[in-house]
């Protein structure tokens, strides 16, 4: 591929050489809204859409809009799963190493390497090795807004990290450039709701209980799921950390 073509260019020799375009999808927003706008760019034939199961942390509802919406489209929709939950990965840590942190961070984002990256990319090949592929297009619904971090990401780039010799790896951010509101309004054109959860305020989605979340959704997480935040609570007495970065116990936070 030429370092001189667009980013769009560079996709339609992705989808030219045969590539497969894995459309991650959290159930959130950005996943949703990227999703309609793959579907204007890819070829049917050549998508999938790929959850990563966060089991009983999740909002509520979010595994199914992404299910459904990859069933509108008539595309393969795969769940993958890690074989243990948050919870269970921050427990086992303080088990193993109880003087370090015991939940994740922005700087030790395990909860994302073990349990969303890493499944996702042993189901993607498992998919990709059954039907033949051997160029893999993973798309991300990360936007620069977001996070300064996330600002500094390429839209385009090849993954020598995960890319071997049996597939090479591309990561492709369709939405990166959008704004929150432009998210909203593609979802809307295209006929569709996004998650309940955003009607009633909340800015991000995926675990119900993030180190990153807001108060406000930390309080509505806390709301629909007490039982959840109850062994939230435990885990962090447990433990002796605090669950969230700014490091005030959840009790205090959503009082
Ligand atoms: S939502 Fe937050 S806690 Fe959950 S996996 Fe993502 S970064 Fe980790």
């Not at 590539?19 to 809204?33: E, I, M, R, Y």
């Not at 086992?92 to 939940?103: A, T």
């Not at 619904?141 to 597939?167: C, I, M, T, Y």
Request: charged fraction near 25%.
């Amino acid at each position: 591929m030429s370092t001189m073509q667009t980013v769009s260019e560079q996709i339609k020799s992705l989808v030219e050489a045969g590539a497969l375009f894995v459309s991650n999808h959290s159930g959130g927003k950005d996943s949703q809204a990227m999703l309609i706008r793959l579907r204007e760019l890819v070829p049917a034939a050549q998508m999938i859409v790929v959850h990563a199961s966060l089991g009983e942390m999740e909002w509520p509802g979010a595994m199914e809009l992404a299910r459904d919406q990859a069933a509108e489209a008539g595309l393969p929709f795969i769940v993958a799963r890690a074989n243990k939950t948050l919870l269970e990965m921050v427990q086992r840590r303080y088990e193993g190493r109880p003087e370090v942190p015991s939940w994740p961070s922005a700087s030790t984002r395990q909860c994302t390497s073990d349990l969303k990256r890493g499944p996702i990319q042993r189901e993607v090949r498992r998919y990709a090795k059954a039907n033949g592929y051997k160029i893999i297009v993973n798309c991300l619904g990360l936007r620069a807004q977001e996070s300064p971090g996330r600002a500094k990401r390429v839209p385009l780039r090849l993954n020598q990290r995960d890319s071997n010799s049996v597939n090479t790896w591309y990561e492709w951010l369709p939405v990166h450039d959008l704004s929150t509101s432009d998210v909203f309004q593609i979802i809307e054109q295209d006929g569709q709701k996004p998650h309940w959860a955003y009607a009633e305020g909340n800015d991000r989605l995926s675990c119900v209980f993030c180190f990153m979340a807001n108060k406000h959704d930390l309080k509505n997480g806390k709301k629909h799921r007490p039982e959840l935040f109850a062994e939230y609570v435990a885990m962090e007495k447990l433990t002796g950390y605090t669950m969230h970065m700014n490091r005030i116990p959840l009790v205090e936070l959503v009082a």
